[in-house]
């Protein structure tokens, strides 16, 4: 007998606003709608901060899922979490998922990303904490607005380099693929620099090391 029951499509916003406002769900929508087409779907939102392991909307979502032996869909892996042991254990739930960001990335890659993703973040708080650390010795005086801008530069630059990553990932490029290899791929599918520019080995190199 064939299931008909629609998959799970779980979205997240991290504040009531955004919740209300629409602000980040109708992008995480619009990226669903793509992976699955004509296929309905039925949704459960969660408003609440990335950080936090408690989710009821994405337990309600598994048992949904449990229930109808459907799939739960996401738009991306980071509206789960950027943590291993949260990754790991919704995939102890033994309920299939999707992330329309990563379509063709089996549990091994997920897992690989989450680890990336907390490790990054982990490295990113220590150099903030550290930059920070060295101008206030040197008497620089540090001003909210700074602070907020250089951890959002941070973090956008992250973000970007995990895209790209993802990206080189779906051209299903050689292991041995040279940094040249890699930068004439990206080139030929169209894909950018973060400043809008055609990609180079010193580039590659650059952004590799980023997520390293």
Known sequence: MINEAKPAAYLRVSTQRQGQSGLGLEAQRQAIKTLLGEEPFEEFIEIESGKKSRRPKLEVAIN???????????????????????????????????????????????????????????????RTKAALKAAKSRGVKLGVNGQLLAKQNKAKAVEFAFRINKEIYALELPAT??????????????????????????????????LK
Not at 84 to 111: C, N, Q, W, Y
């Open 64 to 126: 949904y899922c449990r229930k109808h032996k459907t799939r739960l869909v996401i738009a991306k892996l980071d509206r789960l979490a950027r943590n291993v042991h949260f990754i790991s254990g919704l995939m102890e739930t033994g309920i299939d998922f999707v992330a329309a960001d990563m379509p063709k990335a089996d549990r091994f890659m997920l897992h690989v990303y989450a680890a990336m993703a907390e490790e990054e973040g982990r490295r990113i708080s220590e």
């Open 177 to 210: 693929a040279s940094l040249r290899e890699i930068s004439l791929a990206l080139n030929e599918a169209g894909i950018k620099t973060v400043s809008g520019k055609c990609w180079h080995p010193t580039s590659v190199a650059r952004l590799l090391a980023r």
